[in-house]
Structure formats: C-alpha cells, structure tokens
C-alpha cells in the first residue's frame, strides 16, 4: 500500500514538472513566435576590440568661460571678399555683350534708335520698352541690331552707319558716345551723339536659396550690394538663415551675416556685388541646437538671429524633469561635426546661485547637443522596472510547481 503511494506521488510531482518544463519552453520562446518586428542577431559580429577608449576634458561653465567666449566672438577673424570699390558713387558700369543699347543723333533721325513704343524680344514677338527693363533677359534676335537698339555681339562690337564695326565691351557710355562723335565728324559737321543702355543683360548675379523670388539680377549703372540683391528677389523666407548667405565670388566661398549689417549697422556685411556672383540664402537646417535628455519635450530648436543660449534651449524644451533629471549635469557638447573625435564639452551646474544668470549667458553655437543626465536613484528605478517582471513571472511559475 505504501510502495502505490510514493509511486502516485512521485507520478504527481513528475507530471507537474513537466508541466512547468512546458510552461517555462513555452515562455522562453515567446519571443520567436509572438506578433511584432524583431531583429535576429545571429548572423552579426560585434568587433568588441574597437570599443571607443578616449575620455573628453569637460569645462564647467563659470564667469572665466563666459567672458572667454565673448572675446572669442569679438577676435573671430571674418574671411570677406576684396573689396572691388570703397565708395558705392566710385560705380561705374561698363557695356558686355548682349547688352541693348540706344543711340541718339541729334537732327539726324535716320542714324537714332527709333522712339518707338516696342523693343524686339526675339521670334516674332515685341514688348514694350519699360517691360524690358523690368525684365533685362529678354532674348534678343540674333546678328548686331534690334529693330529698336543696338545689340552688343558677342564679340563685342556693334556696327553703326557710317562708323563701321567698332568695339563697345568694356567701355562706359561715355567712352562709346565720343568713339562715336568722333568717327561721324567727317560726315556731319559737329555731331552730338548720346548713347544709354535700353536694357542690362550682358552682367547679372544669381540669388538662390530661401528667397521669395530667386533667379538672376541684372547689375546695372546702379551698384548692387548683397542687401539690394535680397531685396530685389522679394525678400527672405521664414526659413530663410541670413546669418550665413553664402556668397561665390571666383571659385571661392565667403560667408556673410546680412542680420549684422541690418541690426548692428555693420556695413562691412554689406559687400558690392560683381557680375558672376553667386548668392545662396540658405535655410536653418544648420543653425539647430538638439535638446536630449531628461527634459519634458526633447526637440531640435532653431536659433533665433544666430543667438541662443542654454536658458532658450531648456525653456523651448519645456524646462527639466523633476524627478528624473540631474540638474548639476546639464551638458553641452560642441564641434561633433568638425571634430567628431575630439568635441568640446560643457557642464552647467544648475544648483549653483549664479546658474540661471550663466544659462541666460552662455551662448550655443549651430548644432550643439544640449544633454540633461539623469539622477541615480531613476537610473536605479528603471532597472527596478526592467527586472521586477521577470522576477514576478519566476514566482508565478515556481508556485504552479508545487
């Protein structure tokens, strides 16, 4: 009678021990069969040699760091392009090909541009002349002359009756008028000729970029500065990032910060421009400060004017979090792109009386990462929250066991 009992117990506690075999199986490879994507890491090979060793020195951010920083600003040399005139009234254009010229000989109205209302345009069609100076890139026909104005050729020249080929790129309207006073005087007896340009086409700039209207700009008798172009093209975007316009000036790139010469007055900003430039206004993709961490809305936010501090980053991301943020590691970390090797970092301490007034202070440069670490009693607590359910699930399974 004793031997059927421990083999009925013994059969009992089998039984519930595979079932908690089965049970357990089946748990464990929950994570092949349930629903969801999922990486299988078989078939990758982790280097673990190349794990990075290099530490990075930290500057707590304190009176010495801001006034460091603010002479920096003020001794940052600025690369601008040689400056072509130093007075604006210095401007004097010279004709280039294409250009549209009229020409006017006075008691002499077979050799003057006639005073019609058209100007060709090319094909068969005509367009008023005041349609051709708001539009200097009307296509012109081919050959030496429109029916109402001399086209400069490519070449250069222009033919005028009387007077022959002569060479007109490169010169003023004044210098072309007296060539051509000069060669009619053996045919008219004190000729007075007046020379203007109909419509600017031979130089232009191209404006590219966050501009309402981009394309070209012709460079007239009227200097063109950066400032003029921009407006020109009907002003900025809203995503328009004027601190950095990009100007090409033959193969090489300049920066410049258009809001300096409009808030600051800072007429160096303010280059004249020169035919073949090229002007890109481009947009804030490279004027973002990243905000992570322990904040309560962890963002990317744009710089305002080319200004922002640690106090806009932090206010914009909904300040720190309570109960999970250390509020002696707010870190900034500079130069990634740059230096991705040997970055900058700063360290904030926000328990410090003078902290808010060094957060309004400290000045964030384009694609700086501001970081809020975390306090170690929420590092200990996530862990509690990542183990206590496996906990759990091994205590469910020991008492079906028993």
């Known amino acids: 009678m004793l031997i059927k009992k421990l083999a009925a117990n ?17 748990f464990l490879s929950a994570c092949s069969t349930a629903p969801g994507n999922y990486l299988d890491t078989s078939r990758l090979k982790e280097d673990n040699q190349n794990r990075p060793t290099e530490t990075y020195p930290v500057h707590l ?19 601008l392009p040689p400056a072509t005139l ?12 294409q250009d549209i010229l009229g020409i006017t000989v006075w008691d002499h ?8 209302s058209t100007l060709s345009s090319g094909g068969n069609t005509t367009q008023t002349i005041a349609g051709a100076l708001q539009q200097p890139y009307t296509a012109a026909l081919p050959g ?22 002569i060479k007109a790129a490169g010169k003023t309207t004044t210098e072309l008028r007296d060539q051509l006073a000069t060669g009619l005087v053996r045919f008219i007896r004190n000729p007075q000729v007046d020379v203007r340009v109909l419509s600017y086409r031979g130089k232009k700039v191209q404006v590219t970029g966050e501009v309402k209207t981009p394309g070209p700009l012709a460079v007239s008798d009227v200097p063109l500065s950066l400032v003029d172009a921009i407006t020109r093209s009907g002003g900025t975007t809203t995503e328009a990032d004027i601190q950095r316009v990009r100007l090409t000036r033959n193969h090489q790139l ?6 300096r010469m409009l808030d600051r007055g800072d007429t160096t900003q303010d280059v004249m421009l020169q035919s073949g430039d090229v002007i890109n206004v481009p947009d804030r993709s490279n004027s973002r400060i990243f905000v992570m961490g322990e904040v309560k809305t962890p963002l990317q936010v744009p710089m305002l004017k080319g200004h922002l501090t640690i106090a806009d980053a932090l206010t914009q991301a909904g300040g720190i979090l309570n109960t999970d943020a250390n509020p002696r590691q707010i870190f900034v970390m500079r130069g990634m792109r740059e230096h991705p090797t040997t970055p900058e970092v700063f360290r904030l301490d926000m328990t410090q009386p003078d902290s808010i007034m060094l957060s309004s202070q400290f000045q964030l440069q384009p694609l700086d990462v501001v ?20 906990v759990q699930t091994v205590f469910y399974l020991k008492q079906l066991t028993r």
Not at 61 to 75: G, H, K, L, N, P
Not at 254 to 259: I, R, S
Not at 373 to 390: C, D, E, K, Y
């Open 10 to 26: 013994s059969f009992a506690h089998g039984r519930s021990t595979f079932a908690a075999a089965l049970l357990l199986t089946s």
């Open 61 to 79: 951010i304190d009176a010495s760091v801001i006034t460091a920083q603010a002479q920096e600003a003020a001794a940052k040399p600025q690369a």
């Open 86 to 97: 130093t007075d604006p009234s210095q401007w004097v254009y010279r004709l280039a090909p």
């Open 109 to 116: 109205p077979e050799l003057t541009t006639p005073q019609g």
């Open 144 to 165: 030496q002359a429109d029916p109402y104005g001399q086209t400069v050729a490519a070449d250069g020249t222009i033919f005028f009756p009387f007077v022959g080929r």
């Open 254 to 259: 300049y920066v410049l910060d258009a809001n």
């Open 371 to 390: 970081y809020v670490g975390t306090a170690a009693s929420t590092t200990f607590n996530r862990v509690l929250q990542q183990i206590l359910p496996t």
